[in-house]
């Protein structure tokens, strides 16, 4: 009997002692990984460098693109011009005019290049057609 408990010992240990070893070689082998992609680590080292102050705007050529802007859409109501009898929206004193798909009182994206600091919007992008919601 004591035999035989000190063979399950010495089998258990030669176990544990033989998954401790693979484990440990496992562990050595493995890659290790980066959670963020290059590219975003690249995007985070730039926000921290450009800190909010319009620094890194300097890539963006000035013919093609307004530095210290973004790409977006403003959202506008939709009016009736009984006079011209046309359906049109209105943003900061320009009137667009629109078709079939706008609805008095509904809402439409204006594409606009709206200020913020660190980015470049395409000066192309305001030719962009209106956004039907």
């Known amino acids: 009997m004591l035999k ?25 082998l493995s890659p290790t990984k980066n959670s963020l992609s290059e590219i975003t680590l690249e995007n985070i080292e730039a926000l921290a460098q450009s800190n909010n102050t319009g620094e890194g705007v300097e890539s963006c050529d000035i013919f093609k693109f307004n530095r210290n802007y973004m790409e977006k859409y403003e959202v506008c109501t939709v009016k009736y011009s009984a006079d011209m009898n046309l359906l049109f ?18 809402a439409v994206g204006i594409p606009i290049c709206a200020e ?6 395409l000066k192309a992008f305001i030719d962009n057609p209106v956004k039907y919601y």
């Open 4 to 28: 035989e408990i000190t063979m399950r010992k010495k089998i258990l240990g030669a176990t544990f002692m033989v998954t401790m070893i693979a484990t440990g070689y496992n562990v050595h």
């Open 116 to 121: 913020s600091l660190g980015n470049c919007c």
């Open 89 to 106: 929206a209105e943003y900061n004193g320009k009137r667009f005019t629109l078709g079939a798909g706008a609805k008095v009182g509904g």
